[in-house]
């Protein structure tokens, strides 16, 4: 009979009986019936020694399983000013490779696409508005938004020699009213009730609603506030960086704010760059389900049973469709008066480069069954705020399958790029966008600077920067399609780059711009073994850019996968 005392025998305190039993290794494992309480106490020691050994491995397994798995997932961050082209080739790469998602979404794009339309009409509105006919802030049509896409490229608005060609401004304004609460209303349509502390989705914050907004469009701070060489009244010329000069800085000193801080706060007493700002713009937020609430929550109509799509909505007689579809003709009437042309020509603004441009298509947009094609979706305009982030993994087809691709689609404007540098740490490439039409063109954020000029700095700081020395780059000259019009309808480069002496042509020019981006590159990036890979793009063409974006997702893939060898 055994001591009331003993204890229960050791390997009982471990392996549980039925596990003893059953299990040879277990039991195998089992210690010696007569084990010695110094025996005992040694093999607990052991035992817990064995078990820290086994708690360490296993952390390095998870660490090692989860660094595998960051290794078979690419990271891609977009970058490039505001309307450079990054959400729209967020969207090819959707298309490409979620169509079946895309195309549910397009639907939430029409008001979207409404909006950009309306816009497109209050911007010819407020160009044909004679100048002694510009009203208080109140009755107006609100500012002029996308200043960007307005090319004010010289001189003041005309004003007595077009007497007796004048466009019927009033006229116009009174039948296309309508429109104008109809914006308003979009935009609350647009906005997303869920969220109670930033209510709009979209917004047109301070200044909405001026159209002294839109006449500071047209008058260029005085000669005290621009940079040294700026003419008022023309966009400020463009200075390259000096590639042979690394380091060195630029002409314009507005424009050479770092990229990784906080924007500089502007002067509130600049009444330009106050009025004037990016701000003023139509903006989707980060993490806004706009397009989810749009779908399921705004529309009351019937699902189509053919196409699981929502349909049916101009049944619904307060939809915008109606208030668009009786405005069409009058918004014809505009677009085609020949009078309206003169007076947008002699203010050198050519609408059709603007973003999110419907003007020649509105009587498809406002039928009352008008359904979003893939290259309305792509031409939609909505400035991003924040950063959005989209994931795709690739087919099993594919050279690459499995690879999870994160692409990070991040907001251009100067305020928006502070959030741009916590994902510099582990991101494996870059796309940059420098839009090469729009030299031209100034800031939206700051009328004195050149968009060009700008994208020049972005891209020096993006190429010098040593945390993004080994990330591989791709850049895109986008908006070659608006520059060869704007070539070919006369503009000269030259005008606007002095040290450009050259011919005027597209091949010529776009030429240009690749060297200069390319030899910029080569001799400011601390990584001399980088390839760079330069394409001149137009993303708003799909065909063309699905070939580019394949070509260079494997680029990048290989770059990042096969070094590795997990694949
Ligand atoms: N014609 C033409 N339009 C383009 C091209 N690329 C972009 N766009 C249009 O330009 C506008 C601006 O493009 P986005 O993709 O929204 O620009 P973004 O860089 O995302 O701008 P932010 O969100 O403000 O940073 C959209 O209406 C596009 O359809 C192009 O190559 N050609
Ligand atoms: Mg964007």
Redesign the pocket.
């Known amino acids: 009979m055994p001591p009331a005392h003993k204890p229960l025998p050791a390997h009982r305190q471990y392996y549980p009986s039925i596990l003893a039993d059953r299990d040879p290794l277990a039991a195998a494992l089992q210690p010696p019936a007569d084990e010695s309480p110094q025996q005992r106490e040694q093999r607990l020691k052991a035992e817990e020694d064995a078990r820290k050994r086994s708690e360490n491995i296993d952390r390095m397994l998870r660490h090692d399983d989860k660094r595998n798995r960051r290794r078979k997932q690419v990271k891609v961050l977009l970058l490039g000013q505001s309307e450079s082209g990054?959400?729209t080739t967020l969207k090819q790469f959707q298309l490409l490779h979620t169509p079946a998602a895309f195309h549910k979404e397009r639907i939430a794009w029409r008001f979207v696409i409404y909006l950009n339309l309306v816009r497109s009409i209050r911007r010819v509105l407020e160009a044909i508005a004679p100048e002694d006919n510009a009203l208080p802030e109140e009755e107006e049509f609100g500012d002029s938004t996308e200043t960007a896409s307005i090319i004010i490229s010289g001189g003041d608005r005309p004003s007595s020699s077009l007497a007796g060609s004048q466009p019927n401004y009033e006229s116009y304004r009174r039948r296309l009213a309508p429109l104008m609460d109809l914006e308003q209303r979009l935009i609350v349509v647009l906005s997303d009730p869920e969220e109670e502390g930033e209510r709009e989705a979209t917004h047109l914050p301070d200044g909405y609603g001026s159209f002294a907004a839109a006449a500071a469009l047209t008058s260029l701070p005085a000669s005290g506030s621009a940079p040294h060489g700026h003419t008022p009244g023309r966009p400020p010329p463009i200075t390259i960086p000096s590639s042979s000069a690394p380091g060195a800085s630029s002409s314009s000193s507005s424009s050479s704010q770092p990229w990784t801080g906080p924007t500089s706060p502007r002067s509130p007493t600049s009444p330009a760059v106050s009025v004037v700002s990016s701000t003023h713009e139509l903006a989707v937020r980060t993490g806004s389900n706009w397009k989810k609430h749009f779908a399921l929550g705004k529309i009351q109509s019937p699902k189509s049973a053919h196409s699981g799509e929502l349909e049916g909505w101009w049944e619904d007689p307060t939809d915008p469709v109606h208030v668009l579809n009786r405005c069409a003709p009058v918004m014809n009437e505009l677009w085609r008066d020949p009078k309206v042309h003169q007076r947008l020509a002699e203010r050198h603004i050519r609408l059709e480069e603007s973003s999110g441009f419907y003007l020649d298509e509105i009587d498809r947009i406002t039928a009352k069954m008008y359904f979003p094609t893939d290259d309305d979706v792509l031409k939609a305009r909505l400035?991003?705020t924040g950063v959005v982030e989209h994931r795709f993994t690739l087919a099993k087809n594919s050279e690459f399958r499995g690879v999870e691709w994160v692409i990070f689609?991040v907001?251009?404007a100067r305020n928006q790029r502070q959030a741009w540098a916590p994902y510099f740490d582990d991101v494996n490439a870059i796309i940059f966008l420098a839009p090469i039409s729009a030299f031209d063109q100034q800031l939206a954020e700051d009328p004195r600077v050149n968009r060009l000029e700008d994208s020049f700095q972005l891209w020096k700081s993006v190429i010098e920067s040593r945390l993004l020395a080994h990330v591989n780059i791709v850049l895109f000259l986008n908006k070659c399609d608006l520059l060869k019009k704007k070539l070919e309808s006369g503009v000269r480069l030259a005008h606007h780059m002095p040290s450009y002496n050259r011919p005027n042509d597209y091949e010529t020019v776009s030429q240009y711009f690749r060297n200069r981006f390319g030899a910029m590159h080569q001799s400011l990036t601390p990584n001399k073994s980088r390839d760079l890979f330069i394409h001149l793009t137009s993303v708003t063409d799909t065909r063309k850019t699905h070939m580019i974006i394949s070509n260079v997702r494997d680029i990048i893939l290989t770059a990042n996968l096969k070094s590795s060898s997990l694949m």
Do not use: E, I
Request: hydrophobic share 0%.
């Open positions: 990054k959400s400035k991003t689609d907001g251009g």
